[in-house]
C-alpha cells in the first residue's frame, strides 16, 4: 500500500464527523432497484456504470445500500483496505449465516476468520489434489454416457451433476454409493430452494409459518446436517484417516497454531461452505465455458487442435477468458464499519462496498472489446491487476480457485475429446441472475451430434 496516494489507502474518516453522503446512483424508488438487479442486473449495472461512473450506489430494500466499485485502483485498495473495518464476513453473513453456520470461514471475521483459513487452506494443496485426478475424470465420463444423441439438452445441470459428485467424492470423501446418494439428494433439495431469489429476502423475515420457503429451508439444511455430522463421526474413527486424501479427513487432522482441532460444528460448517461455495459455481462457470465456446467456432476449434497435441495454454486461456467476460459471481461485498476513503469517494459506515468484478473485467480501457470471447488476449498475457479477479481478492480470496480451476482443466478436455457438440441456438445464452449467481438463461443447451469414435486418450495438462 505505501505506493498509493492516500486517497487510495482506504483510509477511516475521523471519528465524530458527520456521515458522509453516499456516492451518486439511480433515484428510482428501492423497491423498483431490487426488481431491476434481481431481474435484469446486468442491464442495471452497465446503466449506473455508464451514468455515475466507476462508483455508485445502488438503494436496495431494508435500507441495504450497495456501494459497487469498478475501477481498478479502487478495487486494491478495497482488497488492501483494514480489514476490522471492511468486514466480509459481516456482509456474507446476512444471507449466508442461515445455511453456512457461524463457524463458516465466510462469515467471520478477524483472527477468527484467519484461523478457519489456516486450517482449511492445506486441504486444497496441489499434492492432494492429483489425487483426485482419477475420481474428476472418472465421474466426467460417466455423466458423458448419460448425454442423448441429436437430442438438445441443457449442460448446466449436467455440470452440477459433476461437480456436486467431486465434491461428495473428494471433499467429503464418501465412500458407499448409499451415502453419496443420500447425501445428493439433501444437497439438491437444498440448493433447488437456494435458487430462489426471494431467498434473498425471506432470511430476513422468519416467521411466515411451516410451509413458507424460510420453513422449507430450514427442514432441509437441518436434515443435511444431520447427515454430515453423521459422516463426521464416523470418519473420527476411521483406522486409515491419516492416509485419506479427501478434504474432511484433512480437516479432521489439521491444528491450529495452538494444536487445537477443529470441533464437529466447526467441521459441519465449513463442509457446507465448501459445498455452497464450490459447487454452484464451478459447474456454471463449466457451462459458460462450454457455451462460448460452442458458440465461437474459431476458438472451439483452436482448443481441440491444441488439446489434441497435448498442450495447455489454450485450454488456461479460454479458462480466463470465459470467468472474464462471465463471471459467476459478479460482485464482493465488504461491510463498511466505520467511514472509509475510496479514491475520491468517502463511503458511510454501515453500506456494503462491492468490488464489482463484473464491471472491472469489462473495462474498454483494459480489454478491447472487452463484451467479445477472446480467449487469444491471455495467450502469453497475464491480467491486469485488479481488472481480472473473478476469484475475489486479498484476504478473502476464494479458498477454492486452484480447485476450480483444477476440475475445469480436466472437465472440458474430457468433454470435448470425448463427444462432438453444436449449441441448440444460435447466439450464446443471456446472463440471467440465480440467486446470488449469473447463469445462463437456458441452461447453456447443446446437441450431440456424436461421440468421437474411437474414445481419444485423455490428456490430462500437468497443474501449473
Ligand atoms: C469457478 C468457481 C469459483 C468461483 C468463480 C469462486 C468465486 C469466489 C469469490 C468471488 C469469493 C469471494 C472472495 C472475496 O470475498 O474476495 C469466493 C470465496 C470463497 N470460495 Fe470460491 N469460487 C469458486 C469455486 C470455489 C470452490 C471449488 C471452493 C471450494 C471447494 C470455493 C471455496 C470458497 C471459500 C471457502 C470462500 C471464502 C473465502 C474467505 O472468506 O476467506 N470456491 N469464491
Redesign the pocket.
Known sequence: MASLPDELTGHQAARGAPSPALPNGPRYPRIVQAWLWLKKPTWFLDRCSRTYGDVFTMRLPLGINLVHIGRPELVKAV?GGDNDVLR??EA?ATILEPLVGPHS??VLDGPE?LRQ?KL?LPA?HGDRMRAWETAVRDITRAEIARWPVGKPFALRPSMQSITLDV?VRV?FGVDTSARRDELRRHIRTLTGLGRNPLMLFATRDRRLGPHAPWARFIRARDALDAALVAEIRQRRDAPDLEQRRD?LSALLLARDDEGRAMTDDEVRDELV???F???E??AT?LAWAFDLLLHHPRAMGRLVAELDGGASEYLDATIMET?RVR???AL??RHVGQAVGIGEHTIPAGVIAC?N?YLAQRRADLYENPAAFRPDRFVGQTPPAFGWF????????????S???F??RIVLPEVLQAVNLRPASRRPARIRREAVTFVPHDGARCVMIARSQPAPPAVTPPLS
Do not use: K, Q, W
Open positions: 482488497f466480509a464476513g456474507n470461514v465466510l476468520h483459513r482449511i486444497f465434491i471433499v478434504v461452505t465448501l459445498l461455495a464450490g459447487h459455481t464451478t462457470s470467468l463471471p459467476v459471481v464482493v461485498d468490488p468484478i473473478p476469484f475475489g481478492g486479498g484476504i478473502r480470496r476464494c479458498l477454492g480457485a480447485f476450480a480451476t476440475e475445469m
